[in-house]
């Protein structure tokens, strides 16, 4: 039977209760309750189903003990099937509040892991980890998304835990970033959660991945890689709506050496700086046509601008600087004096 596996003592004095509505009519007062709330409480905890311990409470007198008189619980009556129903209903209250208290406590403890997890806090982390399922010995990917709005974080973690499962991926906030950690080897979860960021946000919104790491130190290393595309996009003026560390790997190697980089923009560009109509126009147009592979057509079509308009332009900065884009060697130099620009806010007060 279902009511079997409810423990001897879980519903003790339930019985007495009864008896007492049935001979004097009197219903469950709050100390009553009271147990009835930590019984169902107790059940939660312990595991057994709330279909059991309902079962228990309504067949508890169905068999009183022999010699029972016409005032047994089990003859009914009105008052013991309102005692029946509040106990009932006090034993639900409790096991509902202990299993959202659980659920409450496995989020925050859920929260909590990932935080530490993405500031590489080491403290039993491997014992936490497969608690939560992650294996810190294989590779993982963390994204990040930024431009969210209040709300819509939670839908987004239940939407990605019900299709790929709680032990294989891990949804936090951290420093304004909604972040989540995937194995390398469920590249769908990535894809995924773009997805939902785009569903939810559609506006104003960015998404940056980074590289697949092995280890915890892998964890913080590819959202540390995220964080940046995220601010290299921005500082790049990048119109793509998903950055990829991998695709952004030489500008860390570029701003490595800041003074150098400072150096290489100063003695490129400075001419411009005296152009008729200022520096602002032939600086867009290169990097317009940088970003379409040197195609002047697109690059026109991009700024809103004749082709002819564009290939002058391009004349007049290599007039001024001796550069040109055409030239393959010198392509590569000014292409990056050009986002080296962009990336250190050039030109300088």
Not at 225 to 231: G, M, Q
């Amino acid at each position: 039977m279902v009511a079997s596996r409810v423990p001897a003592d879980l519903l003790g004095g339930h019985l007495q209760v009864l008896a007492r509505a049935a001979g004097t009519g009197r219903l469950p007062d709050r100390a009553d309750l009271d147990a009835y709330h930590e019984a169902g409480a107790r059940a939660a905890r312990l595991g057994v189903p709330l279909r059991a311990v309902v079962d228990a409470a309504l067949s508890a007198a169905e068999q009183p003990p022999a010699g029972e008189g016409p005032g047994s619980p089990a003859r009914g009556g009105p008052a013991v099937l309102a005692a029946r129903r509040r106990a009932v209903a006090a034993l639900m209250e409790g096991y509902e509040r202990a299993q959202l208290a659980a659920i409450r406590e496995e989020e925050t403890a859920r929260r909590e892991f990932v935080d530490d997890l993405l500031l590489g806090r080491a403290e039993r982390l491997a014992e936490r980890a497969e608690h939560f399922g992650l294996r810190l010995a294989e590779s993982y990917v963390v994204a990040v998304a930024r431009g969210l709005k209040d709300g819509g974080q939670d839908r987004i973690e239940r939407d990605l835990v019900a299709r790929f499962g709680s032990h294989n991926v891990l949804v936090a906030v951290r420093d304004g970033l909604l972040v989540c950690v995937a194995p390398a080897t469920l590249p769908a979860a990535v894809g995924e959660f773009t997805h939902h960021v785009r569903s939810r946000f559609p506006a104003g919104w960015r998404v940056g991945v980074g590289r697949p790491q092995r280890g915890p130190g892998g964890v913080v290393a590819s959202f540390r890689e995220a964080a940046s595309a995220l601010d290299l996009a921005d500082r790049l003026g990048l119109v793509r709506d998903v950055v990829k560390a991998a695709d952004l790997l030489v500008f860390p190697v570029l701003l490595r050496d800041r003074s150098a980089m400072e150096d290489l923009v100063t003695s490129v560009l400075s001419p411009l700086l005296s152009a008729r109509g200022g520096h602002g126009p032939l600086l867009e147009t290169l990097e317009a046509v940088f970003a379409a592979q040197g195609n002047q057509t697109a690059a026109a079509r991009r700024l809103g601008i004749s082709t002819r308009a564009v290939t002058y332009r391009l004349e007049r900065v290599r007039r001024l600087t001796g550069f040109s884009p055409d030239d393959p060697t010198q392509r590569f130099t000014l292409e990056t004096a050009v986002l080296g620009a962009r990336l250190l806010e050039w030109p300088w007060p």
